[in-house]
Structure formats: structure tokens, C-alpha cells
């Protein structure tokens, strides 16, 4: 095998972790999912489909940076490993991977997904067959501490660059956030690094036309989470009976992805032995997208121990990739 595969997640992590958010999040008031449920097969598909709309920026935009800057980033962290947080596909890692300095290189992928993580391992292994590669199946909000100690990391070794791209840190709360970058900043030593990309303030005539693009691929992407819980927990919801709606929180700085009810309802979820009602109206919020001044985004990361170390845009200002080293 040309990668290492370990795995920190019980087998029924999933089942367990979706059947908590569902038993959470619809019996609050107002109700709430997290979107890491929306990744499906169909709702993975849709996703690619999204990425490539004219209205949607960020993955564009990120990799635009990536093939400007990467080189720069690389050589600024000193990076010698390579350790990626959520790492899905790690499509764009390898723009980072492409300038590690000569020598023994490790990359390490974390994410919940263990077929994601050995699809990826392999296709890198093909590509990189001197890159020391470790697939770790980790939930990063329990593990990234443990993760980031453990010498798979390189820890000790010096000269990691741990990465979270994608702008997911906008589906954190500001409480969660917090405690997000204290896990990271617990588990750097000096002489490592941090690589953030994180979507900007902007317009929301930009922002929201991302998020409910024309075509109604975004629609359909959110809309596919309800068939997620039919299938999953043997709910029976229809989506015919919600709209998608996407919304600017100028308060909150950030985009919520929300479904609407479009008359009085009831779901059954048969596997869990849960009922809920939805009044006409009443909206199920999908997902929070929080966007970033760079000021916000320093005084965050100040709070938890880094301090600034670059910061790159796209030639439309629009996302950001910055680093930071712990203070």
C-alpha cells in the first residue's frame, strides 16, 4: 500500500452523529441542521455541478490564489508536511504538495469520510511516489488536537503546514470557531504554520445570487438533504412541500441556506421514533456561511494565540488565503 490508512471514528460514527444533530437541531426552535449532511452521493454531485456555476466564486476564486501564490505560501511556511483538515477529493492541495521542499515530504488528510480519504490517498500516491502519505479518518472538532499531537502529524519534527481550505470556517458559529482555532493553535509548536481560506464581505448582490444561482442547482442541492433524512432515518418528508431560500445576516455577517414550509406539515421519522410539525412558513436553516473582514479575521486568531504571517486575495478582492504561526 502506498499510503497509510488509520482510522479514529467507531463505525457507526455517522448514523450516530446524524441521528444527535436531527434529534437537536429539528427540536429546536427555530430548527437548524449542520451541512455537513448535505454530502450524499447526489448531494456531492451537486456540489461539483455548483462549483462551476457563474454565479458561485469561492472555489474559483480559492484556486486562483492557489495557482498565483502557492509557490510563495509554501516557501513562507517552510513546509515540509503538509496536513490538511477536511481534505475531501484534495484536488487543491496538490497546488501546495507541487512546491514542498526537496526531501522527505509528508501530507496528511483528515476528514470524516473514509472512501473520500483512500480515493484521494490513491490517486496522490500515482501522482506524488516519493510523498509519505497518512489517511486519517478523524471528526476534526473532537480529534484535531489529538490529531496534531501525535507524531503521524510530524509532531516534534517541525515545519507543518496544516491547512483548512474551502472557506468551511464560515459554517462555524463564533463560539465554535473559537474553539476550533484554540484545537489548532494547542496542537502547533514553533515553526509550524496555518493556511486559512475564508470567503470575504462583500456585496449582497454577489453573495446571495452565489447561493441561489439561477439554474436552481443550489435549490436542488439544499432540497436533497431532506431526501438524506428519508433515506438515512426513514423520514418522510416531501420536498415539494419547501423552498429554498438564501439569506444575507448583515448582523451576522454571514449567508444562511434555509427551507421553507410551504403549508402546515407533519414528518414521521420511522428509525428514530420522532414526530415534528412545520407551520406554513416555518424555515429548517441548512447552513450558515460566514464572510470575513481581514481585521475580523485578525483579531479572531489574535484572541487564540497566532499572529499574522500573509495574506493573499484574487484580483476581485473576493476570498482570502492567510497564514498565521502561533504567537
Known sequence: MAYRFTDLLPADFADRSLREDVRTGL????????????????????????TRLPEYYPTRSERAILQTHAAGIVRSSKARHLVELGSGSSEKTRLLL?????????????????????????????????????????????????VLRDPLTGRGAGGRLVAFLGGTIGNLRPAERQVFLGSVRAGLEAGDAFLLGADLVKSPKVLVPAYDDAAGVTAAFNLNLLQVLNQRLGADFDPETFRHRA?????????????????????????LDLSLVFAQGEELRTEISAKFTRARLEQEFTASGFRPDGWWTDPGDRFSLSLWRPA
Open 98 to 146: 507541487d512546491h514542498l521542499a526537496d526531501g522527505e515530504n509528508v501530507y496528511t488528510a483528515l476528514d470524516v469520510s473514509g472512501s473520500a480519504l483512500r480515493q484521494a490517498a490513491e490517486s496522490l500516491a500515482g501522482n506524488y511516489p516519493g510523498l509519505r502519505i497518512e489517511a486519517v479518518r478523524a471528526d476534526f472538532e473532537q480529534h484535531l488536537a489529538q
Open 27 to 50: 427540536t429546536a426552535d427555530p430548527k437548524w441542521l449542520p451541512p455537513k449532511w448535505f454530502y450524499d452521493k447526489t448531494g456531492s454531485a451537486l456540489f461539483e455541478d455548483i
Open 247 to 271: 439569506v444575507w445576516n448583515e448582523d451576522e455577517a454571514w449567508i444562511e441556506m434555509r427551507l421553507r414550509a410551504t403549508r402546515p406539515l407533519a414528518v414521521r421519522f420511522e428509525n
